[in-house]
């Protein structure tokens, strides 16, 4: 198995019911820390989960860093792999992640296999969280708090610090949420999915 596979086959198992959903969104390749890092999926509704994907091809090499972009952006964050990387995923993953293990048939059908549910992130990072946001969308947030000293003028940096100051964290989750889904210009994920519905 290969990422991409393993990708397709869990968009059409286990992620149709977001894709199919008004109030959520579904990405693949969600830029973190100004894209330092990226999560192989991420959904967008109530909550922000993010999936990484380490087939037996791939190398665990980074998942250190991944474990902490993931875990200062996401409610939620699921590693999917094989067997081959089973034990070592777990010795590496903060208990509160979650972990899927897949299986090919002998007539190449993948299953997914939930070994460990996620659990709520506790420590999120505000300005990480920020970061998801574009300039012009952290302009808006503030200026509709009455935030209007020359924000365009601002490097973005010292704009995601701002409003990670002047929001609650809860308020701050929900408003990076409703503009992730509100975006226009996302790549469609188009054939990842074509058996849905």
Known sequence: ?????????????????YQ????????????????KCRA???VVNGS?????????????????????????????????TEKKHRERVRSLLPKWWGIVICHQGRRG??????LRKSQWNKRVEPVAIAQLLWKPEVIAILESLGE??????????????????????????HRVRECLKQRKSWRRLG???????
Not at 23 to 31: F, I, R
Not at 69 to 74: K, N, R, T
Not at 191 to 197: N, Q, T, W
């Open 148 to 173: 209007l000293s020359n924000l365009t003028r601002q490097r973005r940096s010292v704009l995601y610090e701002r409003l990670a100051e002047m929001v609650e964290l809860a308020e701050l989750r």
């Open 20 to 35: 199919t959903s008004a109030d959520a969104l579904v990405l693949n390749e969600l830029g973190l820390w100004h894209g």
């Open 191 to 197: 054939p990842l999915f074509p058996s849905v519905g």
């Open 40 to 42: 192989d999926i991420a």
């Open 109 to 114: 059908g993948i299953r997914f296999e939930t």
């Open 1 to 17: 198995m290969n990422d991409e596979l393993i990708r397709r086959s869990f968009h059409r198992q286990v992620l149709w019911r």
């Open 48 to 80: 922000l989960t993010g999936y990484e994907i380490k087939s037996d091809q791939d190398s665990l090499e980074r998942l250190g860093e991944q474990v902490r972009a993931y875990s200062a952006v996401f409610d939620r964050a699921v590693v999917i």
